[in-house]
């Protein structure tokens, strides 16, 4: 029987829902506390021999690449693979990946210093939307209405970690009070939901308060989702879209996904879903 690795720094409600879909549909997991980790660089013996097959869910990013860039060295398949979570974890990489495969995604530039930073807004024009390139739950992601609050922003930046330094500077998009996010597993859109943004604030992320809605999966948003997640090298994505005049756009690729909130409002059983896909991949 196939065994799967479950990687982990936190069980979330998210990871609790995997592990009971794991008891009831009789699939072979094992937990990976990643806290509890060593893993050998120079290991010629394979000796991580716990799982066939690994699905990563560790919260950190950075943790989470290096644990799946180990384990796919030693032969491992890991969903999602390094080469997807390196893209999606980088916004940067992501609008690369979203642009070459002719995604309709935002007008986005990258700046290093100021006074660049200034001149690719004004290209873009106010207001608009500074991001780090690495980073989740909306955190930092602010609007920048004039040239002299973007003097004061970017100001800020210049004294925190150098990876902040890195401006992704965005055109922001005239949309309702609200986002859309896919849940694509595979060759499937297995799920979408709306992300209303709350009272107080304009980001939808539910880290944040947006609440969120069931939403059918149309053809436009499943074809758009699949393209987005195959532009990132395939797995299991949850794809962040908004809605403009001419159509969607998709402006995040996220890689180890949360999916208590799409469960609860689609009842779609992603869980099950997710480790039935992991499944295949160990075949592979
Ligand atoms: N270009 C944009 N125009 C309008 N709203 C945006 C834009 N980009 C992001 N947002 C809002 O900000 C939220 C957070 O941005 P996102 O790029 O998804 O970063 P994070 O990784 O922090 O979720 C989005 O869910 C959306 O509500
Ligand atoms: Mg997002």
């Known amino acids: 029987m196939v065994k799967i690795g479950l990687l982990y720094d936190q069980l979330r409600p998210d990871e609790r829902l995997i592990i009971e879909a794991a008891k009831s549909n009789g699939v072979d997991l094992t937990l990976c506390d990643t806290n509890e980790l060593a893993l050998d660089l120079t290991d010629a013996n394979n000796s991580f021999n716990v799982a066939d097959v690994f699905l990563q869910r560790c919260v950190s990013y950075f943790r989470s690449i290096h644990i799946t860039a180990t384990l796919e060295a030693q ?120 992300r209303h943004a709350p009272s107080d604030e304009w980001r939808t992320n539910t880290a944040r308060g947006g609440v969120a809605e069931s939403l059918l999966v ?29 159509g969607l756009v998709v402006h995040e690729v996220n890689h180890t996904t949360e999916f208590k909130n799409i469960v609860r409002v689609t009842h779609a059983d992603i869980p099950r879903l997710l480790l039935e896909y992991t499944l295949q991949q160990a075949k592979k």
């Open 75 to 194: 032969g491992k398949n890991v969903i999602n693979s390094f080469k997807a979570a390196s893209i999606c974890g980088n916004k940067l990489l992501t609008s690369i990946c979203l642009s070459r495969a002719k995604i309709p995604t935002p007008h986005t530039y990258v700046a290093f210093t100021q006074e660049s930073s200034l001149h690719a807004l004004e290209q873009i024009g106010y207001p608009a939307i500074l991001k780090p390139v690495v980073g989740s739950w909306g955190r930092l992601v602010a609007i920048i209405k004039d040239s002299e609050s973007a003097r004061s922003i970017i100001e800020a930046h210049e004294y925190m970690h150098p990876i902040q330094q890195v401006y992704y500077i965005q055109e922001k998009i005239k949309r309702p009070n609200r986002d859309i996010r896919c849940f694509v597993i595979g060759e499937r859109a297995v799920a979408a939901m709306y």
């Open 218 to 246: 149309t053809p436009e948003l499943e074809e758009l989702s699949i393209r987005a997640a195959q532009a990132v090298g395939g797995g299991a994505f949850g794809v962040d879209l908004m809605e403009t005049e001419s």
